[in-house]
């Protein structure tokens, strides 16, 4: 099935640091949803976003919804070890499944 | 929030047999519930679509007579591994969709995760 373009595959920074990650489609989705696997885990929510241009926060993560619909970014800032996991961008539409991403592993060295 | 939960979390079970996965959502009705699996450092696929009180849909190159749902009330989907093989081990995860599924605000929640091993 349809998968969106997640960037990048991985990431390894330094506690800290301020962490970027990007989804695009080739087509618009109606709500774009960020969600992060631990190990062993189910994806659990992080932000959810329902309009396009909405700028999310969600304590030290920022997430937006892009304007032409066909994007959106999720930004951690100050990273700290729990961030470690990897993390999934989905689209919806009306009457559909989620589409997802192929994830981006986040480790974070201390 | 929205919780969801999965049993077991983890089965191993000889070649062979057939294993049941139940999922429930604890605190929110779903019509709609879905099957993934996953591969290891992978990204989710999608199964199966169940609807609550009718057959499900599944995505291509899913065998319905091997992987079995039932979606018999709106806290409550199963899924059944019919005659599991090894190649059949892999992370189930089950998720709930919160609101019709034709709204701007639908969310889905997701399941724990059931690691099935077959022997």
């Known amino acids: 099935g349809q998968q969106l373009n997640q960037s990048p595959q991985s990431m390894f920074i330094q506690e800290g640091e301020d962490v970027s990650m990007n989804c695009t489609s080739s087509?618009?989705?109606?709500?774009w949803l960020w969600y992060k696997q631990d190990p062993g885990e189910g994806p659990v929510l992080l932000i959810a976003?329902?309009?396009?241009?909405e700028l999310t926060s969600n304590g030290r993560l920022t997430a937006q919804f892009g304007i032409t619909r066909k994007d959106s970014f999720l930004n951690i800032s100050a990273s700290i070890p729990s961030d470690v996991g990897i993390y999934f961008c989905?689209?919806?539409?009306?009457?559909?499944?989620?589409?997802f991403g192929k994830g981006t592993t986040l480790s974070v060295s201390s | 929030g929205a919780v969801v939960s999965q049993h077991p979390s983890w089965v191993i079970c000889k070649s062979g047999t057939s294993v049941k996965i139940e999922c429930r959502s604890l605190?929110?009705?779903?019509?709609?519930m879905f099957w993934y699996r996953q591969f290891p450092k992978q990204s989710l696929m999608l199964m199966a679509t169940?609807?609550?009180?009718?057959?499900?849909?599944?995505e291509q190159g899913v065998e319905k007579d091997k992987f079995l749902i039932n979606h018999a009330s709106l806290t409550l989907s199963t899924l059944t591994v019919t005659s599991a093989h090894p190649e059949d081990s892999s992370f189930y995860i089950c998720s709930a969709r919160y609101g019709s599924g034709f709204m701007e605000t639908d969310t889905q929640y997701f399941g724990p995760g059931t690691r099935l091993t077959v022997l």
């Open positions: 989905a689209g919806h539409r009306a009457g559909t499944a989620l589409i």
């Open positions: 605190d929110f009705q779903a019509t709609t």
């Open positions: 087509s618009i989705f109606n709500t």
């Open positions: 169940s609807n609550e009180g009718s057959k499900a849909t599944y």
């Open positions: 976003l329902y309009k396009a241009g």
